[in-house]
């Protein structure tokens, strides 16, 4: 059994196809692309380069996997694009490979990405996330899993977007974005908890609604009282003890610590960052 290739394909010999793969018209693939089993690539798709892409995996027309990162460091290293399980790729949406040799450009499993955004070179998407149109990811992006990236907005270098955190469209994203919450404005400032996201994921119902209980008052903490970052972060370890909290609690502390800091809400922490 061989993939089902349309004879306008361009398929390098050397790829690597499982034979339930189907390729589309007019796509073009690499001599150093492998792609898992029942994928399909749509018309006029491009991969190239070190790229990898696994199982069940949606590429619609028009997008560009594993091409040059747009980056002036770049010296034509053998970096890669690795593609987990079930992911949706829409129409026109770019991912880059890394900038230098051994680094990667990775996407998780079960993820959507909408038309026309762009991953940029060593960025890291988790599972589960949804980016919605016309999102722009600038190089070394980290998004955990199942946040939901809103339409037509930018992501800043380093920038490192948390679980389940909720980002409105057309906002400016220049700094971390804490785990559960829901984010907009330009610049991006931390509005309330991603209750809605919470209740979907199930969260209402761990322990009881304690978890969700304990994020409630840690987002208080955090974004509706006066005490400084360090001060909050001391509080927080007072509350009852959660995975979720703990998760929180040691993405502020690497957030204030990293290059970007943690973004703030309606009345700014005072930290080194500001």
């Known amino acids: 059994m061989k993939a089902a290739i349309h004879p306008t394909a ?31 690539i749509g018309p006029h798709v491009i991969l190239d380069g070190y790229t ?16 040059e990162p747009q980056d002036r460091k770049y010296q034509g290293a053998l970096s890669q694009t690795i593609i987990g399980n079930d992911n949706k790729i829409r129409e026109y ?20 990405l909408m038309a026309y955004s762009h991953v940029a070179h060593n960025c890291l998407i988790e599972d589960g996330v949804v980016i919605a149109n016309g999102v722009a990811l600038a190089g070394h992006v980290t998004i955990e899993s199942r946040a939901t990236i809103g339409g037509v907005l930018g992501v800043h270098q380093f920038v490192k977007i948390g679980r389940l955190a909720m980002v409105g469209g057309m906002s400016r994203i220049d700094r971390d974005v804490p785990p559960f919450m829901l984010v907009e404005g330009s610049p991006g400032r931390v509005r309330t908890l991603n209750r809605v996201g919470l209740k979907r994921a199930g969260y209402d119902e761990l322990d009881n609604g ?24 001391e509080e927080l370890m007072l509350l009852p003890s959660c ?8 993405f502020l502390q690497q957030s204030k610590e990293g290059r970007r800091g943690p973004m703030t809400g309606r009345k700014p922490h005072r930290s080194s960052h500001d």
Do not use: C, M, W
Not at 243 to 250: G, P, S, V
């Open 52 to 67: 990898t892409l696994g199982e069940r995996n949606q590429i619609f027309a028009g997008a560009a996997i594993g091409t």
């Open 10 to 40: 361009i398929v390098h010999p050397d790829a690597e196809l499982h034979p339930t793969v189907t390729v589309g018209p007019y796509a073009v693939i690499g001599p150093a692309v492998s792609i898992g089993a029942e994928t399909q």
């Open 93 to 112: 949406v770019t991912i880059n490979r890394a900038t230098h040799e051994g680094e990667v450009t990775q996407v998780g499993d079960g993820n959507l």
């Open 210 to 233: 304690l978890t969700t209980q304990t994020l409630n008052k840690a987002f208080r903490i955090l974004y509706r009282s006066e005490a400084t970052l360090e001060q909050a972060l």
């Open 243 to 250: 995975e979720a909290l703990q998760h929180l609690i040691r």
